[in-house]
T-cell receptor, first 116, second 113 residues
Framework: DAGVIQSPRHEVTEMGQEVTLRCKPI?????LFWYRQTMMRGLELLIYFNNNVPIDDSGMPEDRFSAKMPNASFSTLKIQPSEPRDSAVYFCASSLNPGALSYGYTFGSGTRLTVV | AQTVTQSQPEMSVQEAETVTLSCTYD???????LFWYKQPPSRQMILVIRQEAYKQQNATENRFSVNFQKAAKSFSLKISDSQLGDTAMYFC??????????FGQGTILTVHP
């Protein structure tokens, strides 16, 4: 098992540009989570999916952020337009079905986003 | 857990010694799970240890153990025989078996030779 795969590992973009972060969860995992990590705010949950359906997007900062999960093996987090305050490390994580969440998440290696 | 608090922003320890990282949480759930994650400089989040709230016995994983005090809503991590590779940020987290985990702010642990 290759684990949770995120791409790109690093992204540098100019303010106003569109940014798309990608995630491939572990096969068979029904839950997918997007977190953002910053020094000031720590790890914040942005959105999570269960069986490809968004369950809770209350952590999405504003309309500039959107997330999709078109199938069980792929999810994207898009920022349009990007701003310098979006600079952070974005993590994707996945987990098994209800009950097995008690075993915690498996995280990807994160995408470090820098908006200049 | 609905809130998770780590009150120690930074800790340090000498190699081979023991260190304890503190965590408190608050939840209205009866059945929940608590975790410690390690984030080394590589930034990969690694699960260190887990505790089921309905189990009174404290979890242990080799040099890592927890002190779970349910009534006090405390969940501390003890690292014995600290090694240089233990240098990392440590996150306490909690949640139910349905849905999201909530994370504390993290504690940066430095192990000195």
């Amino acid at each position: 098992d290759a684990g949770v795969i995120q791409s790109p590992r690093h992204e540098v973009t100019e303010m106003g540009q569109e940014v798309t972060l990608r995630c491939k969860p572990i096969s068979g995992h029904d839950y997918l989570f997007w977190y953002r990590q910053t020094m000031m705010r720590g790890l914040e949950l942005l959105i999570y999916f269960n069986n490809n359906v968004p369950i809770d997007d209350s952590g999405m900062p504003e309309d500039r952020f959107s997330a999709k999960m078109p199938n069980a093996s792929f999810s994207t987090l898009k920022i349009q337009p990007s701003e310098p305050r979006d600079s952070a490390v974005y993590f994707c994580a996945s987990s098994l079905n209800p009950g097995a969440l008690s075993y915690g998440y498996t995280f990807g290696s994160g995408t470090r986003l820098t908006v200049v | 857990a609905q809130t998770v608090t780590q009150s120690q922003p930074e800790m340090s320890v000498q190699e081979a010694e023991t260190v304890t990282l503190s965590c408190t949480y608050d939840t209205s759930e009866n059945n929940y799970y608590l975790f410690w994650y390690k984030q080394p400089p590589s930034r990969q989040m690694i699960l260190v240890i887990r505790q089921e709230a309905y189990k009174q016995q404290n979890a242990t994983e080799n040099r890592f153990s927890v002190n779970f005090q349910k009534a006090a809503k405390s969940f501390s991590l003890k690292i014995s025989d600290s090694q240089l590779g233990d240098t990392a940020m440590y996150f306490c987290s909690g949640g139910t078996s349905y849905g999201k985990l909530t994370f504390g702010q993290g504690t940066i642990l430095t192990v000195h030779p």
